[in-house]
């Protein structure tokens, strides 16, 4: 491959992409068009600023001399003298027939000779660079080689690959910018079942002619047969540098944009589709604004699914059908523009709102109430959506109406329009209404949920009937365990009705250490409901149960201060009942973890349950450090108070702080008196000197 550019070899040896090379092509230009070469743009192909003028004396004389040799030489039909077909004859290794027959005629002819090939070389040089400085779009092959081409072609027909392969190689070196070769050999390697680099070299004919667009889009098609999408993405694009306007390519492109991910480029290309898109064909617009609706929607993007949906009622009002206004209304209902999703109700499905005087019963005052006209076609769902935006518009004179043709449905087959129609009502406040939508959902088996349960629990809950709510939650949490919010609501109801054990058993752990330790929203949900338990428990006065909770919940932020300490929380029962209780233990029992590891995981642990859960702030966690330290001496746990502290001054968070570092010194020297440890109360107040 002699001759050939750097970035071209590695292309056809597989070792980089096609868009490496392009880009490693653009980079070697660039080198080029720094040292003094001369860019000329025409198709992407680049020349440098030589003219036949400036080639060698020498070089000239030889080339004008065999110029007029070849110019009385006798030409073939396709344009090449005998004696440029000989020399390629001889470069192949090869004489034809028709060439021994006048070699006989003609005896003084003389074998091209190595000067020969040179001068051809230089020919072709020339006419080269030439082509290069047209501006028209044009073949770059030279009006010389043309007829070794077209004997490629002829070789390639016949079957005779190999010859057909070194001829169009011989061409390249001679004429890289030219992309009938490439073409050529793209044919010979598919002819051959050698897909790869029949791609390869259909890619870079294509480079050199980009602008036929059906080559591109050829091109993408095998790459996707391939599963080259990436390629493919770029193939269609190239194709739409020169056919921007062609629907196909666009949505092809957008399609494959959708495959890999890229949502928002995907839908700029539809977006692209729908102007492009003529009054005339409203079907194919009105088809690609859903499916580009619903693509939004499912991004969580309701304004781009507004958007799309607006300007397709918009265009085409004639062509909006049932699934449009249902759509539209669903999405205006989701973004709480309720106003517009009554008027797009109102509009296209033949709704009417009319507005009536009524006289009071004493007959002094007249009152409005709106009437609503709703036609026997329209379906269950926009009616159901059409009460949702009455109630939340406080338009309550039709409802009671459109809820009783509710009720009349089956809730096993329309549940979850009872549940749309029940929280419209929760939201406003309105219980009592949504109260038997919900009873009704709770009774069938479908919709017997953990999720129709909270509702129908809150509601009894706002209505008083705390007995029955508490029933209610009682059903979430054992539907649904893990649901805090539940679980707590529970609690309190419970500890309201006099029922302080099941208030507590309402608010037992919910994850075990493992899941706490990997999982940081366990760990979030977790302290939430300790941080409940521990407030109950005090209430209860149950100190050695509020001392538990609030060792484990220092023991999350804690965890690698403790190990610094030789600190560990265990579980004892030599009071008689289980509790925890925090022992120094010899470092050799502790785990491994050098400075930088616990360094490291000290910093995972604050990240973990300050940031990434959010529950407590760090003045929270400290006030909550020294409630436990007081409760320990209440207890007269004192040693227990001692190793919290150490622990905690091993915290960096509190230890950087003065305030905090010297407040945790004179609990520690306090605690250290009371448990008569008078060396390390010592050492305390030395430090204290000193310091």
């Known amino acids: 491959m002699a001759g050939f550019s750097p970035e071209l070899i590695d292309y056809l040896e597989g070792k980089i992409t096609f868009e490496e090379f392009e880009n490693r092509r653009e980079e070697r230009r660039a080198r080029e068009r720094e040292a003094g070469l001369l860019v000329t743009e025409d198709e992407g192909d680049y020349t ?22 070849y110019a009385s030489t006798e030409e073939t039909s396709d344009g090449v003298s005998k004696s440029v ?17 006048e070699r006989e005629r003609e005896p003084a002819a003389a074998k091209p000779s190595a000067g020969d090939v040179f001068a051809l070389e230089m020919e072709l040089d020339r006419e080269n660079k030439k082509m290069m400085k047209e501006k028209r779009p044009r073949s770059k092959l030279p009006r010389a080689l043309r007829g ?44 051959q079942g050698d897909m790869e680099k029949s791609l390869q070299f259909g890619l870079i004919a294509a480079h050199l002619n980009p602008s036929d667009t059906e080559e591109w889009v050829r091109l993408a098609e095998m790459s996707l047969e391939q599963d080259n999408i990436k390629q493919a ?98 999405l205006y209902i989701s973004n709480r523009q309720y106003d517009r999703a009554l008027e797009v109700i109102t509009d296209f499905s033949g709704v009417t709102l009319e507005k009536e ?91 017997n949920l953990a999720v129709v349960w909270l509702r129908h629990a809150e509601c009894l809950k706002a209505l008083g009937h705390m007995e029955l709510a508490t029933e209610s939650y009682s059903r979430v949490v054992e539907m649904a365990p893990l649901h805090l919010d539940a679980r707590i609501a ?20 919910m994850h075990d250490p493992e899941t706490l330790a990997e999982d940081a929203n366990a760990a ?5 409901l300790l941080l409940h338990r521990s407030t109950l428990l005090y209430s209860q006065a149950k100190m050695l149960d509020y001392m538990d909770t609030l060792l484990t919940m220092l023991a999350m932020l804690l965890k690698v201060a403790m190990t610094r300490a030789q600190v560990c929380l265990i579980s004892s029962s030599k009071s008689g009942e289980r509790h925890l209780h925090l022992i120094k233990v010899s470092r050799d029992k502790m785990p491994d973890a050098d400075e930088t590891e616990s360094g490291f995981m000290d910093a995972k642990a604050i990240s973990a349950v300050l940031s990434y859960t959010s529950v407590l702030t760090r003045e929270d966690w400290w006030g909550l450090l020294l409630k436990a330290i007081y409760t320990l001496c209440d207890l007269s746990r004192h040693g227990e108070a001692e190793l919290l502290v150490d622990s905690s001054l091993e915290y960096y968070s509190f230890y950087d702080e ?34």
């Open 658 to 691: 003065r305030p905090k570092r010297k407040e945790l010194e004179y609990l520690g020297l306090s605690a250290a008196m009371l448990d008569k440890n008078f060396r390390k109360a010592y050492n305390y107040i030395r430090y204290a000197k000193y310091n």
């Open 524 to 528: 979030q949900q977790e302290l939430k």
């Open 148 to 191: 070794l081409m077209g004997e490629a072609n002829i070789r390639f027909a016949r079957g005779d690959r190999e010859d057909a392969i070194l001829m169009c190689m011989e061409i390249i070196r001679q004429a890289p910018l030219a992309y009938e070769p490439f073409s050529t050999l793209a044919m010979i390697y598919e002819d």
């Open 233 to 330: 993405i770029f193939c269609y694009s190239k194709a739409l540098k020169y056919d921007p306007t062609n629907v196909r390519y666009l949505w092809e492109r957008a399609s494959l944009y959708e495959q890999m991910g890229d949502h928002k480029v995907a839908m700029d290309g539809y977006r692209r589709i729908l102007n492009l898109l003529p009054p005339s064909d409203g079907e194919h617009f009105m088809q690609l604004a859903r499916d580009m609706s619903k693509s939004y929607y499912e991004a969580d993007d309701l304004a781009s699914a507004i958007g799309v949906m607006e300007e397709a009622l918009l265009k085409h009002k004639s062509l909006v059908s049932v699934e449009d206004i249902n759509m539209a209304a669903e």
């Open 490 to 509: 529970l609690s309190t109801l419970q500890q309201q009705l006099g029922q302080p054990e099941k208030a507590l058993e309402a608010l037992e752990p």
């Open 85 to 101: 077909q000989r020399v390629f004859a001889s470069m192949m290794g090869e004489e034809e027939e028709d060439e021994e027959e």
């Open 48 to 69: 440098t600023a030589v003219e036949d003028d400036d080639i060698p004396s020498t070089s000239m004389a030889i080339t004008r001399k065999r110029r007029k040799r």
């Open 357 to 447: 005087k009524i006289n009071s019963e004493d007959d002094t005052t007249e009152k409005e109430r709106v009437i609503c006209s709703i036609p026997d076609g329209v379906l269950i769902d926009i009616r159901v959506k059409l009460m949702v935006c009455l109630i939340h518009l406080h338009i309550l004179d039709p409802v009671e109406e459109l809820t009783t043709s509710l009720v009349e449905q089956n809730p096993e087959e329309m549940g979850d329009l009872y549940l749309d129609v029940a929280e419209a009502f929760i939201e406003i406040g309105d219980y009592s209404s949504a109260l038997p939508l919900l009873s009704a959902l709770v009774c069938s088996e479908r919709y």
